[in-house]
């Protein structure tokens, strides 16, 4: 039975001590405070001046905030939803939010849905200043779409926009949302408790982590704030089956092949995953439902600090950055994916670990990973 909580505050169940930092002779025990930290610290450093919105990344080599057409307006909108949730928890920001926030409008024709669902959510956190403009043209854009070709996880990112609109408009639902819900249960839902890729297609029974974590984290919300009960039983069941697939070292695998319920590729494994997305949405599962996703989380957590693939500490203090994941060296990594991809179409599954020689680290740092680890973390308004 789901249990659908009242509480708008985020459950932080955590068997990791936030208040005490502890020594080791080997390596300091970071907790979720000081990722915090961190990300309170180098964030103000991502921003382009001349631009005045967040970076691509920064990189061990090249600490300038660089502007990513790209990649700036959509990582700009999750650094102030994580940077607005922070300033609500009484943490001190030191960015303009609402004057980093008006720079998006020069954005508002590349917007994909699944941007304009994040947007949505993140005016409702600085006070409703475009939602109107927002939800009209999220609206218009998805009546004209084909939902098939969007991937579950912007469809995910638009239920969420969506359920905080209609619970700030008082409501529990409206007929686009309500439409949009039974289309992830009924489409997007697959035998084995994963979430499909895309509506269609060869590529719809291999999808990635974040098509799973961000549906759960979506369903979830709905659950929490509509009373959905439905909603939150999908969410669990999804949860419980991705956390069968989790790694022993508490990794969190990227390509999945639903068909089979089973893993296709590990790797690359990002450390934005480990630290924010996963526990962003295992604690909304456990507010919204009751979950106990303690265990999950704190595996998860552990992989930064050593326990990984290359017995690695992801976290550069000196530079302010975590590093972005573990991948597979270049000259292997596509043809690991091509082949374990066939192999796992063909109904074989491919088990083999690679050697730590054919693995590195990515050391590189992008803004909404520090976003999602703020969103994650930090009390305060969902």
Same mark, same amino acid.
């Given at each position: 039975?789901?249990?659908?909580?009242?509480?708008?505050?985020?459950?932080?169940?955590?068997?990791?001590?936030?208040?005490?930092?502890?020594?080791?002779?080997?390596?300091?025990?970071?907790?979720?405070?000081?990722?915090?930290?961190?990300?309170?610290?180098?964030?103000p450093?991502?921003?382009?001046?001349?631009?005045?919105?967040? &970076?691509?990344?920064?990189?061990?080599?090249?600490?300038?905030?660089?502007y990513? $057409?790209?990649?700036?307006?959509? =990582?700009?909108?999750i650094?102030?939803?994580?940077?607005?949730?922070?300033?609500?928890?009484?943490?001190?920001v030191?960015?303009?939010?609402?004057?980093? =926030?008006?720079?998006?409008?020069? =954005?508002?024709?590349?917007?994909?849905?699944? @941007?304009?669902?994040?947007?949505?959510?993140l @005016?409702?956190?600085l006070?409703?200043?475009?939602?109107?403009?927002?939800?009209?043209?999220?609206?218009?854009?998805?009546?004209?779409?084909?939902?098939?070709?969007?991937?579950?996880?912007?469809?995910?990112?638009?239920l969420?926009? !969506?359920?905080?609109?209609?619970?700030?408009?008082? $409501?529990?639902?409206?007929?686009?949302?309500?439409?949009?819900?039974?289309?992830?249960?009924?489409?997007?839902?697959?035998?084995c408790?994963?979430?499909?890729?895309?509506?269609?297609?060869?590529?719809?029974?291999f999808?990635?982590?974040a098509?799973?974590i961000?549906?759960?984290?979506?369903?979830?919300?709905?659950? $929490?704030?509509?009373?959905?009960?439905?909603?939150?039983?999908?969410?669990?069941?999804?949860?419980?089956?991705?956390?069968?697939?989790?790694?022993?070292?508490g990794?969190?695998?990227?390509?999945?092949?639903?068909?089979?319920g089973?893993?296709?590729?590990?790797?690359?494994?990002?450390?934005?995953?480990?630290?924010?997305?996963?526990?962003?949405?295992?604690?909304?599962?456990?507010?919204?439902?009751?979950?106990?996703?303690?265990?999950?989380?704190?595996?998860?957590?552990?992989?930064?600090? *050593?326990?990984?693939?290359?017995?690695?500490?992801?976290?550069?203090?000196?530079?302010? !950055?975590?590093? *972005?994941?573990?991948?597979?060296?270049?000259?292997?990594?596509?043809?690991?994916?091509?082949? *374990?991809?066939?192999?796992?179409?063909?109904?074989?599954?491919?088990?083999?670990?690679?050697?730590?020689?054919?693995?590195?680290i990515?050391?590189? &740092?992008?803004?909404?990973?520090?976003?999602?680890?703020?969103?994650?973390? &930090?009390?305060?308004?969902?």
């Amino acid at each position: 039975m789901v249990v659908v909580s009242t509480q708008n505050q985020r459950v932080h169940k955590t068997g990791i001590d936030t208040r005490t930092k502890r020594e080791s002779t080997k390596l300091r025990t970071q907790t979720p405070d000081d990722l915090v930290e961190i990300a309170l610290k180098t964030l103000p450093r991502m921003i382009v001046p001349e631009a005045n919105v967040f &970076c691509g990344e920064l990189h061990k080599h090249n600490l300038t905030p660089e502007y990513h $057409r790209e990649r700036s307006a959509r =990582y700009t909108i999750i650094s102030l939803l994580g940077l607005a949730r922070a300033r609500a928890s009484n943490h001190k920001v030191e960015i303009d939010l609402e004057g980093v =926030y008006r720079k998006l409008n020069l =954005y508002d024709s590349v917007f994909s849905p699944g @941007d304009l669902g994040l947007q949505l959510w993140l @005016d409702h956190r600085l006070g409703n200043i475009r939602a109107e403009a927002i939800i009209n043209r999220l609206t218009s854009l998805l009546r004209t779409s084909d939902w098939h070709k969007i991937v579950t996880m912007e469809l995910a990112w638009v239920l969420t926009g !969506l359920t905080q609109h209609n619970h700030n408009a008082g $409501r529990e639902g409206d007929e686009l949302t309500d439409s949009l819900v039974r289309y992830l249960l009924g489409n997007r839902s697959a035998a084995c408790g994963l979430f499909y890729h895309l509506g269609n297609g060869i590529r719809r029974r291999f999808p990635n982590f974040a098509s799973q974590i961000y549906t759960i984290h979506a369903l979830s919300m709905r659950a $929490r704030l509509a009373w959905d009960k439905r909603s939150g039983e999908r969410a669990i069941a999804a949860a419980q089956r991705l956390s069968t697939l989790q790694r022993a070292n508490g990794g969190w695998p990227w390509l999945y092949d639903v068909a089979q319920g089973e893993v296709v590729e590990p790797f690359e494994i990002y450390s934005v995953h480990q630290d924010g997305m996963a526990p962003m949405a295992f604690h909304e599962l456990s507010a919204a439902t009751g979950m106990d996703t303690e265990k999950i989380v704190n595996r998860g957590l552990k992989w930064l600090y *050593r326990e990984n693939e290359l017995a690695a500490n992801m976290i550069d203090e000196n530079n302010g !950055l975590i590093y *972005r994941s573990i991948r597979r060296k270049p000259t292997q990594a596509r043809v690991s994916l091509y082949w *374990r991809t066939l192999m796992s179409a063909a109904g074989v599954s491919p088990q083999r670990e690679p050697r730590p020689s054919s693995l590195e680290i990515n050391p590189t &740092c992008r803004p909404y990973h520090l976003g999602w680890i703020l969103e994650a973390w &930090c009390e305060g308004d969902a």
